[in-house]
Nanobody, 122 residues
Framework: VQLQASGGGLVQAGGSLRLSCAASGRTFSSYAMGWFRQAPGKEREFVTAISYSGGSTYYADSVKGRFTISRDNAKNTVYLQMNSLKPEDTAVYYC????????????????WGQGTLVTVSS
């Protein structure tokens, strides 16, 4: 599967961005999707995931209440709406696909996109 993320950029603290990830090469609507991020000098970390239908979502505590994941299966696209951004949200954000319909906490993603850089200035 190919994953193409977009929407990153520079934003001031308190601002918002929406990331998009377009998928191709697999039946998009059959698989859970998610986002990871990697800040400079830090390990990659889980941000959020969504089940195949969009009915279930999961968030890291650090983004809960500020970020929202959604998907449009008709457009083969998953979104990440990021509000109230903080400088510590600065990272490369990666779109991923899982090998199952439901997200299982701690499970490994099967495919990764190329990443899009989000920079939050203070």
């Amino acid at each position: 599967v190919q994953l193409q993320a977009s929407g990153g950029g520079l934003v001031q603290a308190g601002g918002s961005l929406r990331l998009s990830c377009a998928a191709s090469g697999r039946t998009f609507s059959s698989y859970a999707m998610g986002w990871f991020r990697q800040a400079p000098g830090k390990e990659r970390e889980f941000v959020t995931a969504i089940s195949y239908s969009g009915g279930s979502t999961y968030y890291a505590d650090s983004v809960k209440g500020r970020f929202t994941i959604s998907r449009d299966n008709a457009k083969n696209t998953v979104y990440l709406q990021m509000n109230s951004l903080k400088p510590e949200d600065t990272a490369v954000y990666y779109c991923v696909v899982y090998g199952s319909r439901w997200y299982i906490p701690g499970s490994a993603a099967t495919d990764w996109g190329q990443g899009t850089l989000v920079t939050v200035s203070s």
